[in-house]
């Protein structure tokens, strides 16, 4: 991480010290129980016009299959509408999820939004199926192919070789075939990972490399060390550059943040159990019968979760991104209710003393 420091102030106004750091979004566009997936989107698309006005430095969409509490299906269409919807922050996926792609339509795709957009697009590639084994079964030629995830590392190699510049190598069998259009700048590329193999991928191959810290907390820290000192050079990144995905959700009180977060803890748990649905409402949640099991299990998930007010919230995420040295995190914050969301987001870049955009 960065040695340089800022001089912030806490909400009551005290002085406090903090390294540099950026703050981005991780959308997985929720559906909140008794409304629309066209509601959730739209929601994704003001939180994004929000979070551009705060200046967080991106905001990134998630791709989920099969999935009735997650609308965000088709990530690539949504960074062309947040993208026009949106000024400065950068936009871009988290992630494609390549197996299941020609990595040549992923480069063109890209390479198109950048076009659009300039300076501002995000490549995210995840190696997860982002849905269950049928609906991946189903995105392989129609349900027809073969579910290749030994695949990821050619199609890995072919999508970094086809957005530099030099393409394909001579020696490809695909040689000569290049992504369009070409320009003078090409999207950032992101590995996005839970695990020691995508790090190495992405140290191999000279990406960007982000830990989903809200999916595990174990070996985190190690995996992150490991990508640096395996990092190779590439044409688009000379150095290992790293940020860590956290879920977060503040509230002006501890009370009112613990509330707002009893609804992700049900959805969250049901997912355990293979129930997809939307997230929850407070008072179902508040409701639910939870065994001891259950509430050992909310736990768990919990412990890799900063919940709370703005300054609590935020001294914990100072201190994971000092564990992992990274200078930047990519939050993602699930509740039922969307202007709750928005004011987490609004308190947490208070609270990061983050520039927002004038005009």
Known sequence: MTAQRRHWTRLDNTPYLFPMLSLGILDQSPVRAGATPAEAIAETVELAQLADRLGYSRYWLAEHHSTPGLAGTAPEILVARIAAATETIRVGSGGVMLSHYSPLKVAETFRMLETLYPGRIDLGIGRAPGGDMLATRALQAGGSGAIGFERFPQ????????????????????????????????PETWLLG????????????????????????VGGVETMRAYREHFRPSAQLPAPRGSVGVFALCAETEEAAERLATSRDLWRL?????????????????????????RARIALHRRRQAVGTPEKVRDQLAGLAAAYGVDELIVLSICHDPAARRRSYELLADAFGLAPRRG
């Not at 069998?173 to 290049?178: C, K, N, S």
């Not at 293979?274 to 409402?281: I, T, W």
């Open 194 to 217: 839970s695990s020691d193999q995508s790090a190495a991928f992405a140290a191999y191959f000279g990406c960007a490399f982000s830990f989903a810290h809200f999916i595990t907390d």
């Open 155 to 186: 199609q890995l190699a072919d999508l970094v070789r086809l957005l530099g510049p030099d393409g394909l190598p001579a020696a490809h069998p695909l040689a000569g075939v290049r992504a369009m259009p070409e320009g003078p700048t090409a």
């Open 270 to 294: 049901r997912l355990d159990y293979g129930e997809l649905g939307p997230v929850p409402s407070v008072e179902e949640a508040l409701a639910y019968p939870y065994s001891e099991a259950e």
